[in-house]
């Protein structure tokens, strides 16, 4: 084979092990490509250490011989983050490897993981220590918190307990340059000077690679109340919010909406996916309370405030889940509504947050927008309402011609960022900036802001080998 006898690549080799330097074609294939599709690359190799040791050697070889990383987790992302550029001069870091629970610490309420750690196998090993590690998201199984934390992930959980961000206490990371950073500290309390980790978490792999961290956790729920309901817009679901929170004494964990049309595409398409309220209404809810005294009194909470909002008009029809499986059907039907619209034909995606009490106002403008442009389209607005952050997608008119549509892809992302932004938002709430919106952000940060970021890029990477082409140029 031709490059058995490439001296980067052996020394690849002579790094981590022949075996885990991949350059066969069909098992380079699904990593040069993103899970939506959209975007493809080349890529030198693909290489796989199992240690942070091996992760620094490779980075050094690579920065010897200006070679660019790029850094891959699960490969979920959703924004081309994880995919090379078409050039094919990078090599690709998997984390796979770097699989392993280093420590766990109930009484500190810590665990410390490696990046190649499965999220739901997080999940799993501090349920097993009778704790809570509350990140969630519908790829938890494939997605891995290196990935989680470089890309800043949100999920269903944030309204009560924070993005990726906010449950790391401590971070390894691989330089640029091949030094490793040993930030693993286990401190709630530290405040000695600039919190770098904070560099690292959400940059997608622009400023080095994430090996370990240290993260939060909590105590596990006694008592978890959900429901699904009917709501008669918008504003009536922000107050239904707030009286929720008011009954639960803030142990709301999601608060999600969704509309009628992404039931009607999740029901049709989704096998299994069944609508808990048979009657039509324009907006739905679903919610989750997690706390309690394991009484059921949470629960009861739930119902009367979902019986307030009725009886003010703001509920139109609620189910209380009854028991575990129920909730999951609830849950299902929710991640059904993002699997459906593939089925429906082309969909344009915006990741949108604005501030919680603007929503109604912005989607009022946003959906008005889209008409505009584009009669006949079909908006499927759903998402974390709780955060406002909105998965703002657009399905194609019925019978329209696919290409046709998805190629005014970027002119309509335009008219709707311009939107948020008028209303004080963020071009990407929780996916990242990637390949897919590099381009998008400058038009919405000021001169200043990108030149802070710029001056972080120079000084972590210089060389500018660390996933180039994505978030920002150096
Ligand atoms: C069905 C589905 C549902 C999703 N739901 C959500 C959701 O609710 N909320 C949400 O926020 N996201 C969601 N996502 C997006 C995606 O799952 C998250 O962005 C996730 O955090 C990515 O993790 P990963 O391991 O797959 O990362 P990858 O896709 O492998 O990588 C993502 C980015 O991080 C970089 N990277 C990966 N590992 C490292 C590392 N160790 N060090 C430095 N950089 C690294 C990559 O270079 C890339 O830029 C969803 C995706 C899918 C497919």
Not at 143 to 158: D, E, K
Not at 328 to 342: K, S
Request: glycine share 10%.
């Amino acid at each position: 084979m031709a490059d058995r006898s490439d001296p980067f690549l052996d020394s690849l080799r002579g790094a981590v092990g022949a075996s885990h330097v991949v350059t066969d074609a069909a098992a380079l294939a699904p990593h040069l490509i993103d899970w939506r599709k959209r975007y493809t690359g080349e890529a030198r190799a693909l290489v796989k250490p199992g240690t942070t040791e091996e992760v620094a050697a490779v980075v050094r070889l690579c920065a010897e011989a200006e070679v660019p990383i790029v850094p891959q987790g699960g490969h979920t992302g959703l924004v081309g983050g994880g995919v090379p550029l078409k050039d094919g001069r990078a090599v690709i870091l998997a984390t796979a490897r770097l699989n392993r629970v280093r420590d766990l610490d109930a009484a500190n309420n810590t665990i410390t993981v490696e990046a190649g750690c499965i999220l739901q196998s997080i999940q799993a090993a501090a349920e097993d220590a009778d704790r809570l590690f509350p990140l969630s998201l519908a790829a938890e199984g494939t997605c891995q918190i290196g990935g989680n934390l470089a890309t800043n992930a949100g999920g269903i959980n944030v309204l009560r307990y924070g993005n990726a961000r906010e449950q790391v206490l401590g971070l390894e990371v691989v330089l640029p340059d091949g030094q490793v950073w040993d930030g693993l500290r286990r401190l709630r309390k530290d405040n000695t000077g600039y919190d770098l980790k904070q560099l690292f978490i959400g940059a997608e792999g622009t400023l080095g690679i994430i090996t370990a961290a240290v993260l939060k956790l909590y105590p596990r729920p006694l008592e978890t109340a959900t429901a699904f309901a009917a709501v008669r817009d918008v504003p009536a679901a922000l107050s239904v919010m707030a009286r929720l929170q008011e009954a639960t004494a803030q142990a709301l964990v999601s608060f999600e909406i969704l509309p009628q049309r992404g039931l009607d595409f999740a029901v049709k398409h989704v096998e299994g996916a069944q609508k808990p309220i048979a009657e039509p209404y324009e907006w739905y809810i679903l919610t989750e309370a997690a706390g309690g005294h394991g009484d059921g009194g949470l629960k009861q909470a739930l119902e009367s405030a979902l019986m307030a909002a009725y009886e003010a008009g703001e509920v139109l029809d609620a189910v209380p889940a009854e028991n575990a499986g129920q909730a999951r059907a609830f849950w299902f039907l929710r991640e059904a509504v993002v699997e459906a619209q593939r089925h429906e034909g082309g969909s344009i995606k915006h990741d949108i947050a604005v501030p919680v009490s603007q929503v109604p106002a912005f989607l009022d403008e946003a959906l008005a927008k889209v008409e505009e442009m584009i009669p006949g389209a079909r908006p499927v607005p759903f998402g974390h309402l709780g955060d406002g952050n909105l998965h703002f997608n657009v399905t194609e008119p019925e019978g329209a011609n696919t290409a046709a549509f998805l190629a005014r892809w970027e002119e309509m992302n335009a008219a709707i960022h311009d939107i948020v932004h008028r209303f004080g938002g963020s071009i990407s709430a929780e996916h990242g900036v990637g390949q897919l919106k590099r381009t998008e952000i400058p038009r919405f940060k000021a001169p200043l802001e990108l030149e802070m970021m710029r001056a972080v890029k120079r000084t972590f990477d210089p060389k500018g080998l660390m996933n180039p082409g994505k978030v920002i140029d150096p």
